[in-house]
């Protein structure tokens, strides 16, 4: 059993910054897929971006390509979600996940076996 834990979200004014952080209990989780996900209300979940830095692959939805960065921090077990020019359209609950087998396409969320809890993360116009 993996458990996630987020947090670091919050408010935020619009062209701000926020970084969200992602605590796996999995020792080996930099073997695995890691994701970002976020759920605006009314929306289904919808990919951010995932990373598998065994293999140095880092993938990013076309909506935060060049704004967000996912990097990991082994020693800490700990993934983040660098969010750059925020915009309020970002703004929704952010779940990190990961995925220990590789079945299905990695930008669904069905793919994904664990899930954080969430962390809301709203920016303001």
């Known amino acids: 059993q993996v458990h996630l834990v987020e947090s670091g979200g919050g408010l935020v004014q619009t062209g701000g910054s926020l970084t969200l952080s992602c605590v796996a209990s999995a020792r080996t989780f930099s073997s695995y897929n890691m994701g970002w996900f976020r759920q605006a209300p009314g929306k289904e979940r919808e990919f951010v971006g995932a990373g598998r830095w065994s293999v140095g692959w880092t993938d990013y939805a076309d909506s935060v390509k060049g704004r967000f960065t996912i990097s990991r921090d082994n020693p800490k077990n700990t993934v983040y979600l660098q969010m750059t020019s925020l915009k309020p359209k970002d703004t929704a609950v952010y779940y990190c996940?990961?995925?220990?087998?590789?079945?299905?396409?990695?930008?669904?969320?069905?793919?994904?076996?664990?899930w954080g809890q969430g962390v809301q993360v709203t920016v303001s116009s």
């Open positions: 996940a990961l995925r220990t087998a590789v079945v299905g396409h990695v930008r669904l969320p069905e793919s994904y076996e664990y």
